[in-house]
């Protein structure tokens, strides 16, 4: 039998990736958590519904290349099973009246080391989103004897762990940059709520952002259940929707990490990076001054790339800075066409989850300074 996972950071080689799809996706009506999470200007408010077929189709042939590009570069690929997503979602403690989509699967699945883990979203619309992979997770069961197949505790999801009313329409950007930089979020510390994509894996370190989509609960779990690693929290104070941390702060290969210049990290959390002599730059500027419409992200969804290896790297093609940049800093840029398919949750990073890279669990990060991130 083969060993089918084994994934530890965002740039050892890949050679195994699920990619998603975008088949019977829908615009969720708001709840608790997605209110508080689109931004009052944006024309997703008040909207919701299966999106039209002609941009799924769009989004599915955008992605469908994606994959064949993988696949020339030597990486398998699979693709998960989509679930009618218009169906509501009935808990003993909630409904809603629709799913969300299988797009992007990095939201939800965390692979560390042969372990890939359902994350306990706090979108009550993504509550079943993880049974679109159960598939290929059941399959990789039964073809790796060493791959761990896990659920984080479930949430029920209550209204217990939201802040309600917690922006309201009238609330400033500046207030809301304020609470943000104060911690102050949506979720409570109810129960365990995370995203898979707020975690940056780096070997036996693990960067959590605190935001909208994960709780300090969640970090103390993570830290329970992996002793042997050390998980840290960090925060954006720039980004007033602090949602995964993959359009923030990506690792292109070990000691480089391009940073949101609208988002920095703050310094006193830079203490453990600089002490390991990793470089931290600022990404280049989106090429674009709107996302495409009906989308949830930011036009810096430019940054959000797959990294293929220590060299190779998969960026938007019409993002010609960022292509740019991956050049100047000693990688190999390869242009994909994607931003039809970011309005189904995100970009190149997003629509992937790591299955296999080749490699071990490094220690990146030897120099233990006095490190105000570690939980
Ligand atoms: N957090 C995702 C974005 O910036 O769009």
């Known amino acids: 039998m083969a060993k089918i996972v084994n994934s530890w950071n965002d740039f050892d080689p890949l050679k195994h990736v699920i990619v998603g799809r975008a088949d019977n996706s829908v615009i969720p009506n708001e709840e608790p958590a997605t209110s508080e999470k689109v931004p009052v200007d944006s024309e997703m408010r008040g909207m919701?519904?299966?999106?039209?077929?002609e941009t799924v189709e769009k989004a599915n042939a955008q992605l469908d290349n994606l994959a064949k590009v993988l696949e020339d570069h030597g990486v398998k690929v699979d693709r998960p099973t989509?679930?009618?997503w218009n169906q509501p979602v009935i808990t003993p403690d909630f409904r809603t009246d629709s799913m969300m989509t299988c797009m992007?699967?990095?939201?939800?699945?965390?692979?560390?080391?042969s372990e890939i883990i359902a994350a306990p979203m706090s979108f009550r619309c993504r509550y079943w989103e993880y049974l679109a992979y159960w598939p290929l997770l059941s399959k990789y069961f039964d073809e790796d004897p060493e791959f761990l197949w896990s659920q984080a505790p479930r949430p029920r999801l209550t209204d217990?762990?939201?802040?309600?009313?917690?922006?309201?329409?009238k609330v400033s950007l500046e207030e809301r940059l304020e609470r943000t930089a104060n911690k102050d979020f949506v979720t409570t510390e109810e129960e365990i709520m995370f995203d898979a994509a707020d975690v940056l894996r780096l070997g036996k370190d693990l960067f959590v952002q605190h935001g909208l989509t994960t709780n300090r609960k969640a970090m103390e779990w993570m830290k329970r259940k992996y002793p042997d690693l050390r998980v840290h929290a960090v925060n954006f104070p720039g980004d007033p929707y602090p949602i995964h941390i993959d359009a923030t702060f990506v690792p292109l290969r070990p000691g480089l990490i391009i940073n949101n210049p609208h988002r920095r990290l703050p310094e006193e959390q830079r203490k453990i990076f600089e002490a390991n002599d990793w470089e931290i730059v600022d990404a280049a500027m989106p090429a674009h001054e709107?996302?495409?419409p009906l989308c949830y992200s930011s036009v810096w969804l430019s940054m959000n790339c797959l990294v293929l290896d220590?060299?190779?790297?998969?960026?938007?093609?019409?993002e010609h800075n960022q292509l740019e940049q991956m050049?100047?800093?000693?990688?190999?840029?390869?242009?994909?066409?994607?931003r039809d398919a970011y309005a189904f949750g995100g970009a190149l990073h997003c629509a992937?989850?790591?299955v296999y890279r080749e490699g071990g669990c490094e220690d990146y990060f030897p120099n233990q300074v006095e490190d105000p991130t570690l939980v």
């Open 48 to 53: 919701w519904g299966p999106r039209p077929l």
């Open 82 to 84: 989509p679930l009618q």
């Open 104 to 113: 992007p699967p990095r939201d939800v699945l965390l692979t560390i080391g």
């Open 160 to 169: 217990k762990s939201y802040k309600h009313n917690y922006y309201d329409e």
């Open 290 to 292: 709107t996302p495409p």
């Open 310 to 318: 220590h060299k190779n790297v998969i960026v938007e093609a019409s």
């Open 327 to 338: 050049d100047k800093l000693g990688m190999n840029p390869i242009p994909v066409p994607f």
């Open 352 to 354: 992937t989850a790591d």
